[in-house]
C-alpha cells in the first residue's frame, strides 16, 4: 500500500484491526475465525481502493489468495 501511495491509509486499517491479534503478534484465533478476518481485511482494502482509485476492483482476489496461501495450496 504505500508504493501505492496509500500509506497514510494504514493508521486507520490498524485501528479497525485491533483485537485481532494478541500482545505476542499471534493471531487471535480464540477470539476470531481466520476467515472472518481475511474477509474483514478484504472489505478494508477494497474501501481503501474505492477512495483513491474510484473502483474496489484493485482488491479483488485478496480473499482467496490468502485462504489458498494458508491452506497450503502455494496460491
Given amino acids: 500500500m504505500g508504493r501505492l501511495g496509500w500509506g497514510g491509509h494504514f493508521g486507520g486499517l490498524a485501528a479497525q484491526l485491533d483485537g485481532a491479534f494478541g500482545t505476542d503478534g499471534v493471531f487471535a484465533h480464540d477470539r476470531l475465525r481466520f476467515v472472518d478476518f ?11 481502493a474505492r477512495r483513491e482509485r474510484g473502483d474496489e476492483e484493485a482488491a479483488d482476489g485478496f480473499e482467496e489468495y490468502v485462504l489458498r496461501h494458508y491452506a497450503g495450496d502455494g496460491g
Fill in 38 to 48: 481475511v474477509d474483514d481485511v478484504e472489505e478494508l482494502l477494497e474501501e481503501v
